[in-house]
């Protein structure tokens, strides 16, 4: 099976890029540098360039190594939809049978830690440690998730997306 994209995502996109990596995707958010500096990591890491900015995606999509793809829309909903609409049958959000497995903060990769060793770090509410029993923890920043409200809205836009937009 053909691994799935990687992205890196321009500075105006970050809730764009967060939402990817709760999809599972290794996506870069790249902030505070220039379009050279951008495509350089983008051709090095073989990174799709995701890009709202029409000036951008003109210079990437024509040169040798890089694939930009132009996003449209205002909202993540619709942004989303381009990507999947543009990249292809790679990306599939789905969360339903899924875990999440990057880090939304920092692109971490996610590991499942159960409530006892949740409960041990005296990070996580006692109300979410009551409703429950897996959560997860990044690997590089030790930040904690679990499946609460966000990540059942998350599950709704995906298949929602699958139906409703993408048949
Ligand atoms: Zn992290």
Not at 47 to 69: C, N, Y
Not at 84 to 89: A, E
Not at 91 to 114: D, I, Q, W
Request: net charge positive.
């Amino acid at each position: 099976m053909k691994s799935p994209p990687r992205f890196i995502v321009d500075a105006m996109l970050g809730s764009l890029a967060r939402k990817l990596r709760i999809f599972g995707f290794d996506t870069l958010y790249f902030v505070g540098g220039a379009d050279l500096d951008l495509e350089a990591l983008a051709e090095k890491e073989k990174r799709v360039i995701l890009t709202s900015d029409k000036r951008l995606f003109a210079r990437s999509e024509g040169r040798r190594g890089l694939h930009a793809i132009l996003v449209d829309g205002t909202t993540d909903r619709a942004r989303l939809r381009s990507v999947v609409r543009q990249v292809g049958p790679a990306v599939t959000l789905r969360l339903g049978r899924g875990r999440p497995s990057r880090c939304a903060v920092c692109n971490g990769e996610l590991e499942v830690v159960g409530r006892r060793d949740a409960a041990s770090t005296g990070m996580i509410p006692a109300k979410v440690l009551a409703r429950h029993r897996l959560f997860y923890t990044c690997r590089s920043c030790s930040r904690f998730y679990w499946r609460g409200k966000h990540w059942e809205r998350l599950r709704r836009l995906s298949y929602s997306l699958k139906t409703k937009d993408l048949t």
